[in-house]
């Protein structure tokens, strides 16, 4: 679906990405991320055709963004982050505007605005001034304008900023409905939206991908050490004392419960070392029950400081 291969770019004697290659297939959300400054930005506004490329190739549906680019247009709806909005324009008479400079086909024009409005949720404001609205109706309608034309590719940059926590939920929500229809790729700050929502993510640093795959994955590959909690009952010392002796078990931190003689205890192991049956017998020997075991995967926004952390070292 969309295809970017060695892009490149540069500002002078300053390059803001390169030999960036990745891919986004049908249906997709990726998810991309990057400290300020990184290119993001530019690699957006390279694909949605704002800004050219020094070299490299980018695709969207097939089609190459410097040779066709009126038929790669067509095929993307873009939601910069501060949404392209006419104030002093009704919501309606905008999103009536935004369909004839897309040029889509009159007779199918108020049906899909009709349909645009009721999928973000917008009807009931569609005779009000845009400048008169919340910042929440406002991110709406920037959405909205661009789905005009069903486009096939959405691209997304920081959609829920500034909005409430009620307000980012419906906006995820709607987000991950419209990767039934739509390919996105989505740019956010907020790394727990980026978990809830993408399948994949790209995180870029300094110009270049530092990491490519799912939030899943990069956790796994990015973990020095594993880290689960397990809840015990017994008494604590001798639990931390019984759960340092066993191999492979890098630290132990107890977090006492509100429940007599019941605690729960952090533990840090060695990576590639399942230290869970050995837990279990060592226990088992002493009559200390587990009562829940939860695994601590490293977080996304673990990954990407270490990301750039690591990378600002190395320079």
């Known amino acids: 679906m969309i295809e970017i291969i060695d892009l490149t770019k540069n500002y002078g004697l300053i390059t803001g990405v390169k030999d960036l290659n990745f891919r986004v297939e049908k249906g997709e959300i990726l998810g991309f991320l990057g400290p300020n400054g990184a290119g993001k930005s530019t690699t957006m506004n390279i694909i949605t055709g ?3 490329s020094t070299s490299g190739t980018v695709k969207v549906c097939g089609y190459d963004i410097l040779e066709n680019q009126m038929e790669v247009k067509k095929r993307i709806g873009y939601l910069p982050e501060r949404p392209p909005l006419y104030f002093d324009m009704v919501v309606k008479d905008f999103l009536y505007f935004i369909s004839e400079l897309k040029l889509v086909d009159k007779k199918k024009r108020k049906s899909q605005i009709n349909d645009i409005m009721e999928l973000v949720k917008i009807t009931n404001v569609k005779d009000r001034m845009v400048k008169n609205l919340s910042k929440g109706y406002k991110q709406r309608v920037g959405l909205a304008q661009s789905l005009i034309g069903n486009p096939e590719v959405l691209v997304l940059d920081e959609p829920t900023v500034g909005l409430d926590p009620q307000q980012i939920i419906e906006i995820r929500r709607l987000i991950k409905a419209l990767s039934k229809e ?7 700050h907020i790394l727990p939206e980026v978990s809830a929502v993408c399948d994949r993510v790209v ?4 110009g270049k991908i530092a990491a490519i795959d799912t939030p899943e994955n990069l956790s796994k590959g990015f973990g020095k050490s594993t880290k689960f909690t397990i809840r015990i009952a017994g008494p604590q010392k001798s639990i931390v004392n019984l759960l340092k002796e066993v191999y492979g078990i890098r630290y132990v931190e107890p977090h006492p419960s ?8 952090i533990i840090e192991t060695e990576k590639d070392i399942d230290v869970r049956r050995p ?6 020997k002493v009559g200390y029950p587990i009562l829940e075991l939860k695994s601590l995967d490293m977080s996304l926004e673990d990954i ?4 750039v952390t690591e990378e600002k070292e190395v320079g």
């Open 50 to 52: 704002f800004i050219p």
């Open 258 to 265: 509100n429940e007599k003689d019941i605690c729960d205890y």
């Open 279 to 284: 837990v279990f017998f060592e226990l088992a």
């Open 182 to 188: 739509h390919t996105i790729i989505l740019s956010s």
């Open 304 to 307: 990407f400081l270490r990301i």
């Open 203 to 206: 995180i870029i640093n300094e």
